[in-house]
Every structure is written in C-alpha cells, then in structure tokens.
C-alpha cells in the first residue's frame, strides 16, 4: 500500500523526440483507476486522488512499459467500485498476476480520514491482462 501525501519528485522536461510504440503494440495498453464509490468524495477531492493513482502506479510500471503506454497516447479509464473491500480484492488479483498497482490511502488533511483507501490504479498494462480484473466494472459517473 501507499500512503500518498506529497511526491517531491523533479519532473524533467519533456523530450523533442517523442518515442513512437511499435505498431504490434499501439493501442493495446491502458491505465484504469478504479475508485471507491462509497466515499462519494468532492469532485476536487477525487480528482486528485485519481491523479495520485495515476502517477504512482505509471512510476510502478518497468521503463519498457512506460515509455510504449506514453507513446501510444496514455489510454485510461476511471472505473468505480462499492468500497474499499472491492479495491483491495483488486489488490490481490494485480499483485498475483504482477500487474502494476498503486492503492492510495488519503494522508488525512482535508475530507476524509488518515489512511483511508479512495482509490487503485491498475497499469499501465496490456488490456488483455487488466480486462478480466476490471471489466465488468462500471464507470465512473
């Protein structure tokens, strides 16, 4: 798990040469960021703690997936589930099928309680590996 409050990273700039995906693999990686409905969080409020999923679980991914997910155009899709229960289920089926994961835990500071768990990022990975973990979820609205 990771406890999100700040991330003091340098950013560099972004390069002149953007990295073109093989064609075998364009288009076949996403990211999904499946949050935990039940909190019905601020629009505020959830949009960063969908950004800090994002973020954390692209740092998680290996360099070779990375670079092939942000050439191909960083496909994602935020999906919702009832509770916390349901993401950490994720949890379990990313980490057993070695998908890159991030669950975020709120640092406390505003709505929400210390440590509360408000959503996952799943990938960047293939479709063909997250599609049985998330696709019958639903969107969310």
């Known amino acids: 798990m ?10 560099s700039k972004p390069s002149q040469h953007p990295v073109k995906a093989p064609s075998s693999l364009a288009g076949t990686m996403k990211q999904v960021i499946v949050v935990n409905n039940e909190l019905k969080l601020p629009k505020g409020k959830l949009a960063s703690q969908v950004a ?17 997910w942000v050439a191909s155009g960083m496909p994602k899709v935020v999906l919702r589930v ?6 950490m ?4 089926l990313a980490r057993a ?5 991030s669950l975020i835990q709120d640092a406390g500071k505003t709505v929400v309680p210390e440590g509360t768990v408000t959503c996952l990022g799943l990938g960047p990975a293939h479709e063909h590996d997250l599609d049985p973990l998330t696709g019958d979820l639903k969107l969310l609205r």
Do not use: G, M, N, S
């Open 2 to 11: 990771v406890c999100i409050q700040t991330i003091p990273r340098r950013i």
């Open 52 to 68: 800090h999923a994002a973020v954390a679980a692209f740092l998680e991914a290996d360099q070779h997936t990375q670079k092939t």
């Open 82 to 87: 009832h509770c916390a229960e349901d993401l």
């Open 89 to 92: 289920r994720l949890v379990t």
């Open 97 to 101: 099928r070695k998908i890159p994961f």
